[in-house]
């Protein structure tokens, strides 16, 4: 592997700020499980706020978070309704189903957002025969989605229909952050008509570990019996949380930076021989395109990993980078770069 190394595999590779590492070393710490950290109740306290909730409690991470979601609004036997792409749905290895006994029912998501009509014709109506339709799920940045950002007003629209039928709304908000400066408005107005949100501190926010999940009191107090269950009491975790705070005081505002790389990103992508990709549509941190050279997109990642520059294959042809705060202007000009020289030393029929 060479010197330099572009790592752009994800914005989960991110490393803590000097002010987290000198936040955790001096963390006031207690016994979480009793409700005794003063760090960790400040994140919970700081977070509720951010996201408009009453309550909010800490957890290990975003599929815990999720997961503990989930469960939370939901019994043995129900039925979820997610989009087809969803995160919780590819990656979070069926916990939902294995821990919480619900099945899960997919409607067509297209750039994150659900299908209405096929959205409402999903939810079951009472019947003897039927799980009941207790809860959607939706995801605000969408990652199999490219980053694609949810609006308020199409939140809102999600939302109308679950409550038409009396149906919870849970908002997989592990990137809210970035779809809140994409939009230019605060979080809380893109959780405002959902009934839980979790969102995480160690993506593009940088800090080492935790998301938080938000909503009401009766909701968090049920979410912290389950994080309890699943192993989530974690003790000390100010030392976890005291990153969190930071996060949350100083690394909203840069994820911008992030946004206009992944677009110089995108933008010089396009312009390459066998990629595929409309620039127009990166809107956050996350940049999707298609690879029809005949390299092939695992033959692309193989290359690009020779010269130092790291991403990941997102489904079959189909390649995923994100920009995050370990990366900077000249490290994407240097990942356009390598992949220029790849794709342009290809000749057909070569893989
Ligand atoms: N996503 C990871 C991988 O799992 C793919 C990544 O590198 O993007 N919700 C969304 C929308 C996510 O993107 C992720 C992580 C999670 C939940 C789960 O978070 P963690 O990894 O903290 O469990």
């Not at 294959?313 to 390598?338: F, K, L, N, Q």
């Amino acid at each position: 592997m060479p010197d330099k190394v572009v790592d752009l595999r994800s914005d989960t590779v991110t490393l803590p700020t000097p002010e987290m590492r000198r936040a955790m070393a001096e963390a006031e710490l207690g016994d979480d499980v009793f409700s005794e950290d003063p760090t960790v109740n400040l994140l919970e306290e700081l977070a509720a706020e951010r996201m408009g909730k009453e309550a909010a409690v800490l957890v290990t991470s975003g599929t815990q978070g999720n997961l503990v979601g989930v469960l939370s609004h939901t019994q043995r036997g129900d039925e979820v309704i997610v989009g087809h792409q969803a995160h919780v749905f590819h990656y979070e290895v069926a916990g939902c189903a294995v821990v919480g006994g619900v099945q899960f029912r997919t409607v067509r998501n297209v750039d994150g957002m659900l299908d209405l009509a096929e959205l409402e014709a999903a939810i079951r109506p009472p019947n003897v025969h039927h799980p009941r339709t207790s809860l959607i799920c939706i995801e605000n940045t969408h990652n199999r989605d490219g980053g694609a950002v949810l609006d308020v007003a199409q939140t809102r629209s999600i939302a109308e229909v679950a409550r038409r039928h009396g149906v919870s709304v849970h908002l997989d908000g592990a990137r809210i952050f970035n779809a809140a400066v994409a939009c230019g408005v605060p979080a809380r107005a893109l959780a405002a008509d959902v009934d839980s949100v979790t969102f995480c501190l160690s993506k593009g926010l940088s800090a080492p570990v935790g998301s938080v999940l938000c909503g009401n009191e009766v909701y968090i107090e049920t979410a912290r019996k389950y994080r309890k269950m699943l192993g989530g009491g974690m003790r000390q975790a100010g030392i976890i949380a005291a990153a969190g705070v930071v996060a949350l005081n100083t690394m909203v505002d840069r994820l911008a930076e992030d946004h206009e790389n992944a677009r110089v990103l995108a933008e010089g992508l396009a312009e390459l021989p066998g990629i595929v990709l409309d620039p127009k549509k990166v809107r956050t941190d996350i940049v999707i395109f298609d690879v029809i050279s005949p390299i092939g997109a695992d033959g692309l990642v193989r290359a690009l990993k020779a010269k130092g520059v790291l991403c990941n294959v997102a489904a079959p042809g189909r390649i995923r980078m994100v920009t995050h705060y370990g990366i900077v202007r000249s490290d994407v000009e240097w990942a356009i770069r390598c992949a220029r020289d790849v794709l342009e030393g290809v000749t057909v029929g070569a893989r």
